[in-house]
């Protein structure tokens, strides 16, 4: 059974930091590409971040490129999601995902096979 669970989501004020982890089990982990995506309040779940298997590749949404930055240690079956600089436009909760077979840096939360159950990060100004 694939379990996701994430942790380290809070409030911060604006221009602050958090860094998220997302420990797996379950699968093989260096198979799966890792992805974290976001949900506000009556949005639609968004595209963060996603990092292949062999943490090589990387990919961000324009929203939050150059403050985010997504890493995996494989060793630990972990992946993070290293948050800098946080706006009150990124409070939502922040799903972990992982999806099988290759990864072409979809961003379709369509592509991604498991998810976490979600953390809640809240920036106020």
């Known amino acids: 059974q694939v379990q996701l669970v994430e942790s380290g989501g809070g409030s911060v004020q604006v221009g602050g930091s958090l860094r998220l982890s997302c420990a797996a089990s379950?699968?093989?982990?260096?198979?799966?590409?890792m992805g974290w995506f976001r949900q506000a309040p009556g949005k639609e779940r968004e595209f963060v971040s996603a990092i292949r298997g062999s943490g090589i590749s990387t990919y961000y949404a324009d929203s939050v490129k150059g403050r985010f930055t997504i890493s995996r240690d494989n060793a630990k079956n972990t992946v993070y999601l290293q948050m800098n600089n946080l706006r009150p436009e990124d409070t939502a909760v922040y799903y972990c995902?992982?999806?099988?077979?290759?990864?072409?840096?979809?961003?379709?939360?369509?592509?991604?096979?498991?998810w976490g159950q979600g953390t809640q990060v809240t920036v106020s100004s």
């Open positions: 995902s992982a999806t099988s077979g290759y990864y072409a840096g979809s961003r379709n939360p369509k592509d991604f096979n498991y």
């Open positions: 379950g699968l093989s982990f260096t198979s799966n590409a």
